[in-house]
């Protein structure tokens, strides 16, 4: 038994009529369709290639923190950083271990007053403001911890 297509015959100038009584044209010729997927097509493989750009360039910059994160990590002084209300944004594995904490991340949000060094917060929160203040950083400082 072979099987047998049925097809509707094209209609250009068809409109239909909604519900709500609104009106949807349909008169837009084959040609027109063709046309348009085709623009739709085009567009989705520019999306697709700008995603993939996107995604290489988050992939970089993933390696890139990676290779500074294992560099800050090495170095032998121990490095921080804070937002202008001194509070710590971040630090290296040497002053994390210092300031007690097992991980870097554990001193994000945290101040002076919640460290070790409580008692010394106001002389290190006045070393920080100086060094916000000028633009000039500090060097070679011997902490009294």
């Given amino acids: 038994m072979g099987l047998v297509y ?3 015959p094209f209609q250009p100038h068809r409109s239909f009529q909604y519900r709500d009584n609104t009106m949807k ?3 837009k010729t084959k040609q027109a369709l063709i046309q348009e997927m085709a623009s ?3 567009r989705i493989q520019e999306m697709e290639r700008s995603d993939s750009v996107r995604q290489q360039a988050e992939e970089a910059l993933r ?6 994160e294992g560099i800050i990590n090495t ?6 950083w804070k937002d202008k209300n001194l509070v ?3 630090c290296n594995a040497a002053f994390a271990r210092d300031a007690g904490f097992a991980d870097p991340k554990d001193i994000i949000g ?4 919640q460290m070790v060094w409580r008692d010394q917060a106001e002389l290190y929160r ?8 000028s633009g000039s950083p500090k060097i070679l400082i011997e902490e009294p911890q």
Avoid: N
Wanted: without cysteine.
């Fill in 25 to 27: 044209d349909q008169s």
């Fill in 126 to 133: 006045g070393d920080d403001r100086q060094v916000i203040e």
């Fill in 75 to 80: 170095i032998p002084v121990r490095v921080f």
């Fill in 63 to 68: 390696a890139s923190q990676y290779i500074i």
């Fill in 110 to 113: 945290k101040d002076d007053y």
């Fill in 88 to 90: 710590y944004l971040g």
């Fill in 40 to 42: 739709l097509r085009q």
């Fill in 6 to 8: 049925y097809s509707l």
